[in-house]
């Protein structure tokens, strides 16, 4: 039996073609470049955590800023009998006049919280419009509904 050429000639030169080898670690690079632009840094991830080092001093004493204290202003409209009742933020308001009272001390504090808007299906739509009027004139920028189904 025969040994193959390159094995017997243990002396000749053993650098074959290098294009395919470059092509390969050339697709290898492009294959790994692709796929690292694709994943989420964890460091970048948004959050409302603060970046303190080792020897800074922490003041904890400190409350946060009102505007931070609520997210929606949720205002509930219902009838009871013949009567509008409101709600906002689960808290009962007797009067249209409070409605519009309460609305304008929060946009005091915090005028770009969305007001959401949250008749039951029996309130009448002029009660609903009253309502919104009032959040928008109280200085509030984005009033929305509240959707009861699934879209």
Do not use: C
């Amino acid at each position: 039996m025969r040994m193959p050429a390159a094995h017997r000639d243990r002396s000749s030169n053993m650098n074959g073609p290098m294009t395919p080898m470059i092509d390969v670690v050339f697709l290898l690079l492009v294959f790994f470049v692709w796929t690292a632009s694709f994943q989420i840094i964890e460091q970048v991830l948004p959050s409302s955590l603060t970046v303190r080092r080792g020897g800074d001093p922490t003041n904890v004493d400190e409350p946060p800023p009102p505007e931070e204290d609520f997210d929606d202003v949720v205002v509930r409209i219902r009838r009871e009998g013949n009567r509008t009742v409101w709600q906002i933020n689960d808290a009962p308001v007797d009067s249209l006049q409070s409605v519009r009272d309460r609305l304008q001390l929060i946009a005091e504090i915090n005028s770009a919280a969305p007001v959401i808007l949250h008749p039951d299906g029996a309130t009448p739509l002029g009660d609903v419009i009253d309502v919104y009027d009032l959040a928008r004139l109280a200085g509030f920028e984005k009033v929305r509904f509240a959707a009861s189904q699934k879209i």
